[in-house]
């Protein structure tokens, strides 16, 4: 198992020097202070001073550095966790399949069952790639028309189907908008946010997604759950890439810790905000996205699944 840094000999040597440097500093204070040599005493101070300055800065960039190597210690269990359970899962279908004579019925089943895992393989990859895509300077996606209502339809459509839940156990209070940006992207961020709310819901997970339009070319989006919520202290970094809290041999939740990075970084490329409330309308989390936006005149015709492809409009060449 790969050893995770601590930060307890970090600090104890930096406070150590740094103790060091201000009991330097205040001698030769006191040395030159008493022999006059007031030239010599501000240069002194002056370079105590930025060694002193360059040492607190060293710690900061040692702290954060060790924090980041345990955020991507614990993004290499999770991913080997995601990869290995649908390969597995797939696996066992395959030889049961080929070992096994078993009727129409449930050779579709475990079809269906391979597909979802196939599916879930690569949801993970789309993240990794869009990551990628994201941290390094490329030519910008195409951008569209996009429809919100029909498109949020879809994602909590696709996520009562991974729950297997009933349809109609997501909430939707929906005003038809339309943004401009990616398709692609925009399902991402949203499917991201559902199948939080779902995951870190109660035991029986409630989950609420709103849209209105919110003030001029605004248009607002907010996915509440009835969990634990989020701690005040962690609003700011569960956007951090490879964050996810606690160990990761202790999680009972999926997710390698890149979808909620990918929401910000999404987001803030269109020229919108993410922000997250510790409690909300239903007792836990509730995550805003405000977009560049109008609502329509005219609301769409509600979308299924099956009709994903008639989700957006393409701006008229």
């Known amino acids: 198992m790969f050893r995770r840094s601590s930060l307890t000999w970090p600090i104890i040597l930096a406070s150590t020097i740094l103790a060091l440097i201000v009991v330097l500093l205040v001698l030769w204070i006191v040395g030159q202070a008493a022999a006059h040599s007031w030239p010599l005493l501000l240069i002194g101070t002056v370079f105590f001073l930025l060694l ?6 060293y710690l900061i960039l040692t702290i954060k550095e060790i924090r980041l190597n345990r955020r991507q210690a614990n993004f290499i269990d999770s991913v080997t966790h995601e990869l290995k359970s649908p390969i597995a899962s797939i696996k066992l279908c395959l030889q049961t399949l080929d070992m096994r004579d078993v009727d129409l019925d449930q050779q579709r089943e475990f079809h269906r069952f391979m597909l979802e895992d196939v599916g879930r393989l690569d949801g993970l990859i789309d993240h990794l790639l869009t990551v990628a895509r994201l941290d390094h300077a490329e030519k910008p996606v195409a951008v569209e028309r996009v429809q919100l209502e029909p498109l949020l339809r879809k994602c909590a459509e696709l996520i ?8 109609g156990r997501i909430e939707l209070d929906l005003q038809a908008c339309e943004v401009t940006g ?9 499917m991201n946010l ?16 709103q849209l209105f339009a919110a ?17 005040y202290e962690l609003r700011r970094k569960i956007f951090d890439r490879f964050f996810r809290g606690g160990s990761e041999l202790e999680r009972t939740t999926q997710g390698t810790g890149l979808g909620l990075y990918l929401v910000k970084s999404v987001v803030g490329k269109m020229r919108g905000s993410v922000h997250v409330q510790g409690r909300g309308p239903l007792g836990g989390a509730t995550f805003e996205v405000e977009l560049p936006g109008v609502a ?21 060449s």
């Not at 990616?182 to 949203?190: G, I, P, R, Y």
């Open 52 to 57: 002193l300055i360059g040492m607190v800065l």
């Open 160 to 167: 009562e189907r991974r729950y297997k839940f009933e349809s």
């Open 182 to 190: 990616n398709a692609h992207d925009l399902e991402m961020v949203f």
């Open 194 to 209: 559902i199948d939080n709310a779902m995951k870190y819901g109660a035991a029986t997970p409630q989950v609420r997604v």
């Open 215 to 231: 003030g001029k070319d605004r248009v607002m989006v907010r996915v509440s759950d009835n969990g634990a919520g989020v701690h």
């Open 296 to 316: 329509c005149s005219e609301p769409p015709p509600v979308a299924t699944a099956e009709s994903a492809g008639a989700l957006t409009v393409r701006n008229p």
